[in-house]
């Protein structure tokens, strides 16, 4: 079965640029999840929906992100303007229930923001 | 509360030997302690998780011991190998109820496994 599908698996962007990252959870996964790791703050949820519906949005760092699921099996996450800040490796995971650690990650998209 | 605090950040050791990454909580709400692998360049894998209701739980060289009273848990690799070179992120979530979506992560563990 495939796993998480992620892409971008790196990007590259200039500050002020806007940047879409995609996510394909695993099939029948009704959970979905968008975290974002870096060395100072390792790994930190930014938002998470059960069912398409954002339910906890409440790490997402400011109004320069934003998360969207159309469908169950498309997410997307954007950054506009991006700043160098936010540059880090960003993991969206899903799971089968709303239960925690049924969480499947994916291979994640690493974004360098110049 | 929410903090679940991860040691050491780094952790060497030689081909054969023991590996133990230690981890402390304070939310006494937390009902579940799962632990991930990380190899570079992929994401987080689920490796083995405990509930507090049992004190240890082993799968192959893997061991999980929890000590509820001290809120504390541990990874145990036995017989380490190279292949087992990788970050290891312990965790802790509610189980269930409201906010049991929510993983709160160590900062990470290295494990350098030497031949």
């Known amino acids: 079965d495939a796993g998480v599908i992620q892409s971008p698996r790196h990007e590259v962007t200039e500050m002020g640029q806007e940047v879409t990252l995609r996510c394909k959870p695993i099939s029948g996964h009704n959970s979905l999840f968008w975290y974002r790791q870096t060395m100072m703050r390792g790994l930190e949820l930014l938002i998470y929906?059960?069912?398409?519906?954002?339910?906890?949005d409440s790490g997402m760092p400011e109004d320069r992100f934003s998360a969207k699921m159309p469908n169950a099996s498309f997410s997307t996450l954007k950054i506009q303007p991006s700043e160098p800040r936010d540059s880090a490796v960003y993991f969206c995971?899903?799971?089968?229930?709303?239960?925690?650690?049924?969480?499947?990650f994916g291979p994640g998209t690493r974004l360098t923001v110049t | 509360q929410q903090q679940v605090k991860q040691s050491p950040q780094s952790l060497i050791v030689q081909k054969g030997g023991i590996s133990i990454i230690n981890c402390a909580y304070e939310n006494t709400a937390f009902d579940y302690f799962p632990w991930y692998q990380q190899f570079p360049g992929k994401g987080p894998a689920l490796l083995i998780a405990?509930?507090?209701?049992?004190s240890e739980k082993k799968e192959g060289r893997f061991t999980i011991s929890f000590n509820k009273s001290a809120k504390q848990f541990s990874l145990h690799i036995m017989d380490s190998q190279p292949g087992d070179s990788a970050t290891y992120f312990c965790?802790?979530?509610?189980?269930?109820?409201?906010?049991?979506?929510?993983?709160?992560f160590g900062k990470g563990t290295k494990l350098s496994v030497i031949p």
């Open positions: 929906f059960n069912n398409n519906v954002p339910i906890d």
């Open positions: 965790a802790a979530s509610k189980g269930s109820g409201a906010g049991s979506y929510q993983l709160t």
């Open positions: 405990i509930r507090p209701d049992v």
């Open positions: 995971a899903s799971s089968l229930r709303t239960v925690a650690y049924e969480q499947y």
